[in-house]
C-alpha cells in the first residue's frame, strides 16, 4: 500500500473567514505566508498548493520565496501551456529541484477559465491547451532524462539539439499531479500524472472514476504508477456545531450574483460543473460530513469535509479505503485550521492507517 501524504495550500490572494468580506480580511504578503508554510510544516503536511489564478500573487516567485524561508515542505507549483517554454520550463524546475533539495512537484493545469485564458492572453482553446500541455510535459521528461541534445519535432514545438542543465535532483524526475473532471484531464493523468486528484465528490463515485482512470493508465502501460488522491477544503472544530457554524459564517451574506458569476466563469470545467451539480441537486450535503455549500461562493475546490476531528476522519478514511493516498487540504484560516488538522485529525488517521502515516 502506497504511504499517505497531506498537502497544504498557500491562499496568495489573501485569507478570510467570511466570503462576503472577501479575501483581504486577513491581505496577502510575507507575513501571512510565513504563518502558513510554518503551521503546515508543523502540523506534517508535505506539499504546498499554490495557486494561480489572476487574484493570486505569481505562484513561481512566491514559491521560490517560501522555499528559501521554510525547511521540509514541498511546492506544488503549476504549469500551464502556453505560458512558459517548455525547455525554460524544465530548467526552472530542475533549478528549483537541486536549489532546493528536491522540494518541488508540478502541478498540471489546463482546463481553467476561458475567460482567464483570454485575459492572460492564452490563444488556445481547451481541446488545444490539453493538446499543448501533452506535448510539454513529454517535452519535459525527455529533456529530463536525455543522454543526449534532444531533438524534437511537435505539433507545437520544434527543438534542436535542446538540453537542460542541471539535471533533475529527484530520480527520475519530479512528481507530477493533475486534478480534473474531463475526458482529456483523465487522458493526460494516465500518461504522465503521478497522482490524480479529485475535487470532491461522494466516495462510491470517486471509486468508479479511478477505476476508469487505472484502466486507461494501463493501456500507457502505467496502471501501477498512477496514484489517487482528494483535493477538498477540511473545516475541523472540536464539536460539530462549531463546525458547521464556522462552515455557514463562511457563505453567508453571499450574494447569488456572485454565485452566477462563479457558474459563468468556469461554464467550460467539467470538474467545476459536477461540484456545481452536486450542490444544486443537494443543497449542499452531498455524504456525511461532506459538504458543496463553498461552490456557492468560490470555484475550484467547493467540496469541504466539515464536523468534529472523528468525523473529520472518518471522511478522509473513506476515501483512503476506495484507494486514494494523498490529500490536498485547506481551511480557513489557513494557518489555524492546519495546526487543528495536525492536532486533531491527524493523530486519529495515524491510529488508523499504522506505517502508512507517521506521528508528528
Known amino acids: 500500500m502506497s504511504k499517505l501524504e497531506f498537502g497544504w495550500y ?7 473567514t467570511s466570503y462576503a468580506a472577501g479575501p483581504h480580511v486577513v491581505p496577502a504578503g510575507t507575513e501571512m505566508f510565513d504563518r502558513v508554510v510554518q503551521a503546515a510544516e508543523a502540523a506534517g503536511f508535505e506539499y504546498l498548493l499554490v495557486p494561480v489564478a489572476i487574484p493570486c500573487w505569481e505562484a513561481w516567485v512566491t514559491t521560490a520565496f517560501m522555499a528559501g524561508r521554510s525547511s ?29 533539495g528536491g522540494r518541488i512537484a508540478v502541478n498540471l493545469i489546463a482546463g481553467q477559465s476561458e475567460a482567464e485564458n483570454a485575459a492572460d492572453g492564452i490563444r488556445y ?7 499543448l500541455m501533452a506535448e510539454e510535459v513529454a517535452i519535459m521528461k525527455a529533456l529530463w532524462t536525455a543522454t543526449a541534445p534532444l531533438d524534437w519535432e511537435g505539433r507545437f514545438h520544434t527543438l534542436r539539439g535542446a538540453r537542460v542543465v542541471p539535471a533533475p535532483l529527484q530520480q527520475p524526475h519530479p512528481r507530477f499531479y493533475l486534478g480534473g473532471g474531463s475526458r482529456q484531464a483523465w487522458e493526460i493523468s494516465a500518461a504522465h500524472a503521478d497522482v490524480h486528484l479529485f475535487w470532491g465528490d461522494r466516495p462510491e463515485t470517486v471509486a468508479e472514476q479511478m477505476t476508469e482512470i487505472r484502466a486507461m493508465a494501463e493501456g500507457q502501460g502505467r496502471g501501477e504508477t498512477i496514484g489517487f488522491g482528494m483535493r477538498l477544503q477540511i473545516i475541523c472544530r472540536e464539536t460539530e456545531e462549531e463546525a458547521w457554524a464556522a462552515a455557514h459564517e463562511l457563505v453567508r451574506d453571499v450574494s447569488e450574483e456572485r ?8 461554464a467550460n470545467s467539467v470538474a467545476n460543473q ?19 455549500g463553498l461552490a456557492k461562493a468560490r470555484q475550484g475546490a467547493g467540496v469541504a469535509i466539515v464536523g ?19 490529500f490536498c ?32
Open 10 to 16: 498557500l491562499p496568495s490572494s489573501g485569507d478570510t
Open 72 to 100: 521540509s515542505i514541498r511546492m506544488l507549483v503549476a504549469a500551464r501551456p502556453g505560458y512558459i517554454n517548455p525547455v525554460m520550463l524544465a530548467k526552472m524546475v530542475t533549478t528549483f529541484d537541486q536549489l532546493t
Open 125 to 131: 482553446g481547451k481541446e488545444d491547451r490539453y493538446a
Open 259 to 266: 454565485s452566477a458569476a462563479v457558474r459563468a466563469n468556469i
Open 274 to 292: 459536477r461540484v456545481q451539480a452536486l450542490l444544486a441537486e443537494t443543497g449542499g450535503l452531498i455524504a456525511p460530513n461532506l459538504w458543496a
Open 308 to 326: 468534529n476531528p472523528t468525523q473529520c476522519a472518518d471522511v478522509i478514511q473513506r476515501f483512503i479505503e476506495i484507494g486514494c493516498h494523498s
Open 329 to 360: 487540504l485547506s481551511g480557513y484560516l489557513h494557518d489555524e485550521e492546519a495546526e487543528r488538522f495536525g492536532r486533531l485529525v491527524r493523530p486519529i488517521l495515524v491510529e488508523r492507517n499504522p506505517g502508512r502515516i507517521s506521528p508528528l
